[in-house]
């Protein structure tokens, strides 16, 4: 099986989707037994300075990261959140996806997120899972992340 892992999925223009329509989705994982992505280019409403206010989670609303737009991420499970950042070890709960890139769902990650020490290659974003899912090749462009 040939995997998509690592890359981005652009939508093509024949996708009439409303949660996947004109997306840039990066695959997390991709295997036999499903795929999970999120979509990178859905902007929500709501900046990281606001979500971090609401966890009451004390960070510098001045900082780039703060002024940063949260991202949908796509339909699945909008109750989860993660970053995506460059590697960086230490928190509670990352995974490396690539050498460039780690993603983390822990609370630690957002209390530091805007600090200085913290880079500014950091995307929150809700979490979206397919599983099972197959992906369609004329309705999606896959390109190699990183």
């Given amino acids: 099986m040939d995997t998509l892992q690592n890359h981005m999925l652009i939508a093509m223009p024949g ?3 409303p949660n996947f329509g004109r997306s840039v989705t990066y695959i997390l994982e991709h295997n036999a037994e499903g795929a999970m992505g999120i979509v990178v280019n859905h902007p929500l409403p709501l900046c990281v300075s606001e979500l ?3 966890l009451t989670i004390e960070h510098d609303a001045d900082s780039y990261a703060a002024q940063s737009h949260v991202v949908a991420g796509g339909p699945v499970q909008s109750d989860r959140g993660f970053v995506l950042h460059t590697p960086q070890h230490g928190y509670q709960s990352s995974l490396k996806l690539s050498d460039d890139l780690m993603v983390t769902t822990s609370k630690d990650i957002l209390e530091q997120l805007t600090s200085r020490s913290t880079r500014r290659t ?8 397919l599983v099972g899912a197959q992906v369609s090749l004329n309705k999606k462009l896959p390109i190699t992340a990183g």
Avoid: I
């Fill in 15 to 17: 996708l009439d989707d």
């Fill in 122 to 129: 950091s995307l929150f974003s809700r979490l979206d899972m």
């Fill in 52 to 54: 971090l206010a609401q």
